[in-house]
């Protein structure tokens, strides 16, 4: 079993930047991909970012393609969101999700609760 934990959320004017941790827990933390996915109100949950089991491959949406940068520390069973030249846009709840490696929210295995990002103008 997995645990995840969000944290660094913030409201932040556009253009700033943020930084989001996703901290886990369980023995087998290390061995997942893990993925970054937001969702916005009245929206579906959308892919963000991906990240290997080792950060050896990353993938992101194209949204955040140059903006966003995915890192995981495994010694640290923990995974990074790195926010930049944040929009208005970028505005929702961002979750980080334990699994196997994809965009699709179907193929990660463990979630964590959430942090609200709010971007203003």
């Known amino acids: 079993q997995v645990h995840l934990g969000e944290s660094g959320g913030g409201l932040v004017q556009a253009g700033g930047s943020l930084r989001l941790s996703c901290a886990a827990s369980?023995?087998?933390?290390?061995?997942?991909?893990r993925g970054w996915f937001r969702q916005a109100p009245g929206k579906e949950r959308a892919f963000v970012a991906a990240?290997?089991?080792?950060?050896?491959?990353?993938h992101y949406a194209d949204s955040v393609k140059g903006r966003f940068t995915i890192s995981r520390d495994n010694a640290k069973n923990t995974v990074y969101l790195q926010m930049n030249s944040l929009k208005l846009e970028d505005t929702a709840v961002y979750y980080c999700?334990?699994?196997?490696?994809?965009?699709?929210?179907?193929?990660?295995?463990?979630w964590g609760h959430g942090t609200q990002v709010t971007v203003s103008s």
């Open positions: 999700a334990a699994g196997d490696w994809g965009t699709s929210p179907n193929v990660y295995n463990y």
């Open positions: 369980g023995r087998t933390a290390s061995s997942y991909a």
């Open positions: 990240v290997t089991w080792n950060g050896g491959t990353t």
